[in-house]
């Protein structure tokens, strides 16, 4: 893969990190939903699983906090050569609750996939706080 | 996909982790390498990238350690539907090298694709250290 189709992926995968965890922390949960494939996106959330955006959306509407703050301190990604113009896109840094001293520290993945009207959506998605 | 699908994915990728992190905590670093695509396999190690299982082999058994210990705390597995028996593999657990008393938190994502002759490489590669 070239130089340019590499800076191409990156400003992709950082500009996808941006918009999700934009929406995520102005308390536009219920609209992430329509980042995932109706049927056939995968959410593992800390071990559970959770398939299609209905169901992802309605997980990631009802997370037990109102307001939190996501500070990502990496963002690394890579082409899934497999998937039409596929994108893995893995990121670390840490969370803050709104109501909580402490941030937590977390890492997660999404596989980006292009859709045939070249739309990018969030086949896969894993997300572990970690412990250290 | 159904449950049995799903469940030998979690064996694969399970079996894997295992394999994987034995070899490396063995001091077995530079039989690495044979994990990986001679040329298609990407490693991005905090942020430097690697591509094909000569370098990647190469800056694995270079790092500047001699032993190291994997605690693996969480393995989720996804599949990949459009790789060949695609496997996504997301780790995170903490790192012990000789000599240092502290441990370090990591996390780690693998997507495993199966090669024409049906055995498992690592596609995908990306490692983080976590610094919370």
Redesign the interface.
């Known amino acids: 893969m070239g130089g340019g189709a590499e800076a191409q992926m990156e400003m992709v995968g950082k500009a996808f990190v941006k918009h999700y965890y934009g929406l995520f922390d102005a308390g536009s949960r219920p609209a992430l939903a329509g980042l995932y494939h109706p049927s056939?996106s995968?959410l593992?959330f800390e071990?559970r699983r959770f398939d299609g955006a209905d169901s992802i959306g309605r997980h990631l509407s009802q997370l037990p906090f109102d307001l939190c703050r996501h500070m990502v301190?990496?963002v690394?990604c890579?082409?899934?050569?497999?998937?039409?113009g596929?994108i893995?896109v893995?990121v670390?840094g840490?969370l803050q609750l709104s109501g909580e001293e402490h941030?937590?520290?977390f890492?997660q993945?999404f596989?980006l996939?292009q859709s045939t009207e070249g739309r990018f959506y969030v086949?896969?998605d894993?997300f572990?706080l970690?412990?250290?």
Do not use: C, E, H, K
């Open positions: 056939t995968i593992s071990g301190a990496t690394d890579q082409g899934s050569p497999f998937a039409a596929g893995l893995f670390t840490s941030s937590l520290s890492s993945m596989q996939v086949q896969n894993i572990r970690n412990y250290g």
